[in-house]
């Protein structure tokens, strides 16, 4: 099977780029002496979790209970995840995951951490629970020392419960959040509470995690793949884009018109910093002005080749984690060919 | 199994509100004399889209393909795809749909008019074949009334082919729109073809399509549950909005801020002429400030009464169809009762 045999919109991994931004990562970590955590949000494979871990990963993030289960069913057996959990059923599901792999979630609050105290009470078999600190970024996180302190001797002082350590996301800049994080681990390491985990995430700053002083995990889910944004933001450029959206050329209206055969339900309606929804890769000059559900309308004034109707393009989508969400299925390319279709196993499970 | 046993997010559908929203708008058609073909893109599920014929719908409209073989397999029998079907694998499909369920597709360019007269050769059981006209909004369609006649020339004489009518999406302002159908029509009928059905659709303008000269038929998708853009674009109002997201508060990092337990990838990222990702109908003064893929960040300033850790909200989000889109299932309501559980069958039925 080649690529003009995939019916379109398809979503094309091209794996020797996906591979390369694997490796640099982990050997960036490495030397850097972090533990490199991949969050799964943005491939939801269990197979390109368990090739994360080959590479040297220790362990896997994800953001739902949805996720965890898909990839604990998958042999995944090391799971973080940064969610505070709430409520009788998510605690069940929460407790079902614990008697079968390694789990950890995180609290920013004392209700949360009444449910886990609830929850799990066997000496035994703790639950490692790590409190999420805010480092400027306005979003979840406690607010300063003393609420992380309150945190984490509540986790502390359960017997069914085992403090972990802080953790943040996302972050500030590099090194003013390593200053935040270090204030609160001196102060819970000051009432005798080891703080063994210190852990950042978020790809865009990832290559700048040497900065952040005392981190010693980085958690990130979107190096896999890259996507506009990333390139946007500094994280390599468009050619490390592993992941395109493989669309049709379904109409030409006007001279300077064309129109794709996805919208926002292949390419998400999220932004970036650069115009447009995405960089079509055979036409560099295209703007993909509008989206509707099932259309993008492309400008081709600034093109001087354009192209026909049957033609197809390769769109970089704007950000990739939001898009793999909404297909059934990913192909595996190397080059042209491809290599293997793979169902998006984890696709939909915010829950 | 009530409201409170519905682990979130998730999408709720308070049927009295949706049984409302379609008896309004089949007896607006039936009282203004034309044919409503409701579009399943919104609830992508045959059990209403059987509701909507059994009130009066004439035949059902889809989108692509995928969409269309979920209908067909669960007994629909009249679809429009409003689509120009491009290449041999989806003429395939097209035709092994056409030979179970009348089916009818547009074109608004001759190579797609081509694929269909090399694929659809049986005069005993011709594909209908319909016109896209641009009427001012700048997607898909033909650009002036000659092109159309052209492409309905093309029709006409293929011997596989029928011609059924001319069509526009989005369409301008309704009296406009019926002015440019109106002129291509004559232009068509004056070279001898009939144009049996004249098509128009979007809900926002729904109700004002007894103002649309000539027209014979109406899409309409959103119609069936309103959302928050519908309500801004007066399309009835907040009241009558019969889908929400039941979501958690999981975080209430400050006096001032709250964090739902879903983001992009519950809410979908589609902006609305107000501010913020969606309307919290227990807390109208809160706005959604933020979403990243699994958070709302909600700003709770404006608010004198605010929710804890624990509490549930319903938010209507800005655009229904890609939030149903982004679900595996959702929860048929009667007041806080869960009548059904119904899984969203053509979800991501892109293709």
Known sequence: MNIDDIDTPAILIDLDVMEANLARAQNYADKNGFALRPHIK???????????????????NCQKL???EVMADAGLTDILVTYNIIGAAKLDRLAALHDRVRMAVVADNAPVIEGYIAQFTDPAHPLDVMVECETGAERNGVQSPEQALELARMIDAAPGLRFRGILTYPPAKPKETGEILMRIKQVIEAAGIKVPVVSSGGSPAFYSAHETEGINEYRAGTYIYSDRMQAAFGMGTLDDCALTVLMT??????????????????????????????????????????????HAVVDLSACTDKPKVGDRVQVIPNHVCVVVNLFEKVHLMRGNKVEQVVEVAARGKSN
Chains 1, 2 share one sequence.
């Open 42 to 60: 943005t491939h939801r494979l269990p197979a390109f979790a368990k090739k994360q871990e080959a590479l040297g990963a220790k362990g896997i």
């Open 249 to 294: 050329v379904a109409s030409r209206p006007t001279d300077t018109r064309a129109v794709l055969d996805g919208g926002s339900k292949a390419l998400a309606a999220d932004l970036c910093p650069k115009p447009g929804h995405g960089h079509i890769v055979q036409y560099p000059d295209a703007v993909i002005a509008k989206l509707s559900e099932e």
């Open 66 to 68: 949805g996720e965890a």
